[in-house]
């Protein structure tokens, strides 16, 4: 096995005919030619994400693509419902706060996926939700919450739905327009299997009804959706945003997009499942358990660490024994689980094998 070994949560390991995409030559990232070859890479993630909406890019991390969601969907003084099941959904109504919107909680144990029914309690008592946000795949936890039950919640009550799916899209199913999700966010780095450095937002025309009918606008410049399509309209053929655009790190997703078509995504979906599977099984053959009581998601694994073990022992002894890389958990479960990335070209057989022989050897020394 090829070391060093990265199965962190993300980023993910990059085929090498990805990265000879970002040593390329600079190039202008405006002109017919490179927006040409922009919008085809925009068009190619629409499968991904299951939906005919436009898809914005901008430069940046996932986060920008959440707190372009958050500012765009909800204002100072009204209410977003955050589903808080995980480390990540907590993040987001940490970003409303700052903007000075309202936090309203469904919360359920970490490890366990947000039941839709909670979500519909509190929309039948808070009558005047600005919108729901919740995450698809929380890393923190390898939970995949149950995002088509909850947009039908949502759509019985009229309140848009925005969705982080960073941790998801490019290796499990999604369908934006089929389940009814208003605002969608994902990024390069996971499921896509392209460097970091790119976020992804898809917005419904419900979506762009709500925003412009808000009473504020979004505020700021660079993460706000209405200066986004200001310049999506007036500049379509030339330079269709307002920024510098970072066209080899569009060049590299664009190579990855289509190794996932040529895989097949049926084929590639049920890759990441079955390694899941295999990963949970040899896991629980060493009495060990995961953290995610049901609805596993398959990029990642959060795992229970051994009575009288810390998170950090085990990632250490990996990365210094065997030049894996794994992460030790979030928040309260920071030391109590550690958590093993397994996506894009990671997502195989003999990873998880050479993984779990060292976690093996780690047990039977500490032990």
């Known amino acids: 096995m090829k070391k060093p070994l990265l199965m962190i949560p993300g980023p ?3 085929n090498e005919e990805v990265l000879a995409e970002m ?3 600079l190039a202008p990232h405006y002109g017919e030619e490179w927006v040409r070859e922009y919008n085809e890479t925009r068009n190619a993630l629409k499968p991904l994400l299951g939906t005919k909406e436009e898809i914005y890019l901008t430069v940046g991390s996932g986060h920008a693509g959440v707190e372009v969601a958050v500012n765009g969907l909800a204002g100072a003084g009204e209410k977003l419902l955050v589903v808080d099941n995980g480390f990540f959904g907590a993040r987001i109504a940490w970003i409303a706060r700052n903007y000075g919107i309202e936090t309203v909680f469904v919360k359920e144990e970490w490890g366990r996926p947000v039941d839709p029914a909670a979500v519909e309690m509190v929309l039948k008592r808070e009558r005047d939700i600005k919108a729901v946000a919740v995450v698809h795949g929380e ?8 995002v088509k039950e909850i947009s039908e919640v949502t759509q019985k009550y009229g309140v848009p739905l925005f969705v982080d799916a960073i941790c998801s899209i490019g290796a499990t199913e999604f369908f934006m327009d089929e389940w009814g999700v208003d605002v969608c966010v994902t990024a390069s780095q996971k499921g896509l299997s392209a460097p970091p450095g790119l976020a992804i937002i898809a917005v419904s025309e419900k979506a762009w009804q709500v925003i412009a009918d808000k009473k504020s606008s979004p505020v700021g410049w660079y993460l706000n959706l209405k200066v986004w399509r200001e310049f999506e309209e007036k500049q379509r053929d030339f330079q269709p945003y307002g920024i510098t655009m970072a066209v080899n790190n569009v060049r590299a997703l664009k190579v990855s ?7 097949g995504l049926e084929q590639r979906y049920n890759r990441h499942r ?9 896991l629980a053959s060493m009495g060990l358990e995961p953290l995610a009581a049901g609805n596993p998601l398959p990029l990642v694994t959060a795992v229970k660490c051994p009575p009288g073990v810390k998170s950090g022992e085990i990632v250490s002894f990996l990365k ?3 030049e894996i890389y794994i992460s030790g958990g979030l928040g309260a479960y920071k030391e109590s689980t550690f958590r093993v990335g397994h996506m894009g070209p990671g997502a195989n057989q003999e990873a998880v094998e050479c993984f779990l022989g060292a976690l093996e050897e780690f047990l039977n020394r500490s032990m």
């Open 257 to 263: 997009l289509n190794q996932i078509y040529q895989e």
């Open 23 to 25: 040593s390329r030559p």
């Open 139 to 146: 890393t923190s936890t390898g939970v995949l919450n149950p």
């Open 12 to 14: 993910c390991t990059v």
């Open 274 to 282: 079955e390694i899941s599977r295999r990963l949970r099984e040899g």
């Open 320 to 322: 210094e024994k065997h």
